[in-house]
């Protein structure tokens, strides 16, 4: 696919349901005592791939992704291995929610998931009691044998939501009191969606504590993913001419911290919040803005994880260095962020430093254009969309298709705002 610079970029759109809520909904609202309705499900291959397997394990689904009632799973044994696809949040969320159910489950995905490591799930879950076999100790596939589990302490030596949520699925099938203590504070979206729920669940500052509940159906909207409302903010923000509006999108003060550096870089942003239960859902303007260089370190990293390729980009157009820090976690996501965001860059007339745990951008510079690959990860895939449409001679993508992880639509939603 050939991406083409743009004139001018304006326009008021909607972006797909938050990707990470979809997931815990379709598993938590599996795991309660009754009927959720749960409205505005992303319908996506991540997210399919959750939806799939619970159905393999006994789920009960009615309606569509638009309005889904979800009973109680039986969680009857499967006969068949469990295909995660490339769905991260899929293996180590249902590998805690499966440690908790009798039976026999293998977990396994696609080749990028298989190199992943799953050492920091397989470890707690096993001191809870799981019997659980990987291969080479840490990767897919995955072995898991269910049954009683008991509360434990575990401290992340890494922040990471998903970690931190396989071991909270766990904990309220066990035993007494199971707690997770993070370096620096993750998403809380599993958090959230417990309490409203009903769950046992204490919340301090970087301490979560959940113990043995049964949880209650729940009705409730999701909301827009930020994570996709990163890249048309982005690509407004970065237009000579651009302005852009995106309503009903989930303002989680733990996936902001991309807009907030944005906003810190001197980007023209505002957010309100409209609604604020059982996520704070608002609106987003952004427009047209120059932009100063930043230093992102360690301790924002977990805001905004998903978003760090973004800015690379945003380092290109801004006056002074950008440099990212202490973020060797991309090299172990869909692929090696790092590596694969330099690569393309440089391909594109971009110069760009590789660190070990990041990258330095020194800027302003201009895109030239040129051909880029995706490698099969989504956000690279959108992050060249956007560098495409603010080039002077266009970027030629291949491997497009990997947007439909998280953002189908995407492709339609640029023509939209482009012009």
């Known amino acids: 696919m050939r991406l083409l610079p743009s004139k001018k970029v ?14 815990r909904a379709l598993m938590m609202c599996s795991m309660s005592s009754g009927v959720s309705v749960v409205h505005n499900l992303l319908e996506s291959e ?42 991260g949040t899929t293996a180590r969320l249902m590998a805690g929610v499966l440690s908790g159910k009798r039976g026999f489950h293998v977990l396994f995905g696609d080749d990028s998931l ?37 509360g434990f302490e575990h401290s992340l030596s890494v922040a990471s939501a998903q970690v931190k949520s396989a071991i909270l699925l766990a904990g309220i099938q066990a035993e007494g009191t199971t707690a997770v203590i993070e370096p620096r504070c993750s998403r809380d979206h ?4 417990l309490r409203s729920m ?10 979560v504590e959940v113990e ?28 000579e001419n651009g302005k852009v509006t995106i309503r009903n999108v989930g303002l989680n003060q733990g996936r902001t911290g991309f807009i907030r550096l944005l ?48 800015i690379a980009l945003a380092g290109v157009f801004a006056e ?8 060797a976690e991309l090299r172990k996501k869909e692929s090696d962020r790092i590596a694969v965001t330099v690569q393309n860059f440089r391909r594109i007339g971009v110069e760009i430093l590789e660190h070990e745990d990041g990258f330095s951008v020194e800027g302003p510079q201009r895109i030239t254009g040129g051909k880029v690959d995706s490698y099969g990860d989504h956000r690279i895939a959108m992050l060249f969309s956007i560098a495409g449409l603010l080039s002077s001679e266009g970027v030629e993508l291949t491997n497009s298709n990997a947007v439909g992880v998280s953002f189908p639509g995407f492709f339609e939603t640029l023509e939209e705002v482009s012009q």
């Open 10 to 23: 304006v326009g008021k759109i909607i972006v797909p349901p938050d990707k990470s809520i979809s997931h």
């Open 46 to 87: 991540d997210t399919l791939r959750t939806f799939r397997m619970i159905g393999e394990l006994g789920g009960d689904f009615r309606g569509g992704f638009d309005r889904m009632e979800i009973s109680s799973a039986s969680w009857t044994e499967s006969p068949r291995p469990l295909d995660c696809g490339n769905s």
């Open 114 to 150: 298989s190199g992943r490591p799953m050492k920091r799930v397989v470890t707690p879950l096993r001191e809870m009691g799981a019997g659980i076999l990987a291969r080479q100790d840490s990767l897919l596939p995955m072995c898991i044998s269910g049954g009683e589990l008991r």
């Open 190 to 193: 599993t958090e959230r969606l």
């Open 198 to 207: 009903g769950a046992r669940i204490t919340l301090s500052e970087k301490r």
């Open 212 to 239: 043995k509940s049964e949880l209650l159906p729940v009705r409730f909207s999701i909301p827009g993913d930020i994570s996709s409302a990163a890249f048309p903010i982005a690509l407004a923000v970065l237009h």
């Open 263 to 310: 906003m810190k870089m001197g980007a023209d942003i505002e957010m309100e919040v409209k609604e604020s239960l059982p996520e704070p859902v608002g609106t987003i303007v952004a427009r047209s803005s120059r932009l100063i260089g930043v230093e992102v370190g360690s301790d924002l990293i977990p805001s905004m994880i998903d978003e760090l390729p973004l």
């Open 320 to 327: 002074g260095t950008t440099t990212v820090r202490g973020a």
